[in-house]
């Protein structure tokens, strides 16, 4: 289907919708509502209606010039557009998609939102290893001439997939996209400002010990700025929604919602 240009991928609960509200999930950087698809079949079943968009610049949806000039704004107003479409949404992002439900939760009233594996808001640093070091170095030119950027296999499979069998890694990577590095940018400097204060609705961090892209110690830190509730693991890494065992962070989200949503 298709939302003020944005593709966006749904699914009807079955057999009959019984949730009042509807899932919208956003993705990270680099994937695509693609990224969602054992997620969005299990919530379905559950009863939800459920939205997967890819943000602009993705095949199919809103077309845009120069990806590497997409700013986190532009993003941002991708989710906004498809969530106030929706019936009480509840918004489940992940990595850089867990930064824009921040900032939706912030400007908007969703019912509940649920960030996995989440980049952090401004004044919390990203305090990762040397993969965030040294794919800032390598990638440091294409950053400052405003380049999208797909780091290679190397660099993704340490970054995001180290719990992800070799086999099955470069079926994923096949499928990503290069991504804006204006929007990377902005993520670490200034970083995306989200008054805390402006949150009403509950909120739920997924997070796994094993995590390179989003440490676990920065993890910590949005939890404490927000105050909310954590559910954290330690056998999976970045992509905590399509690692084997997916299962049980998914089975977790659905017993905290029908906890904190009506």
Known sequence: MNISGLLVDFQQAHPKKTKNNDILFVHGMWAGSWMWENY?????????DCYALNLRGRPGSIPVHDRGKISI?????DVKTVAETLTNPIIIG??????LT????????PA??????????AGILMLGGWIHLVMGIYYSFDILMGNSILPNLFFVRHLLMNNVPEKIQKLIYEKLISESSRAAHEILFPGVSVDA???QCPMLVIASRQDQATPFSTIQRIVD????????????GHLIISESGWEKPA????DWLDTNTQ
Do not use: R, T, W
């Not at 704004?73 to 107003?77: G, H, R, S």
């Open 102 to 109: 921040q900032k939706i939760a912030e400007i908007i009233s």
């Open 225 to 236: 700025k927000y105050a909310c509730d954590l559910k954290a693991y330690s056998q999976f």
């Open 197 to 199: 204060s402006q949150i």
């Open 251 to 254: 089975q977790d989200i659905s």
């Open 112 to 121: 509940a939102v649920v960030l996995i594996g989440p980049a952090p808001p």
């Open 40 to 48: 969005i079949k299990f919530f379905s079943s559950l009863g939800y």
């Open 73 to 77: 704004n532009d993003y941002v107003a």
């Open 94 to 99: 992940h990595s850089m998609g867990g930064l």
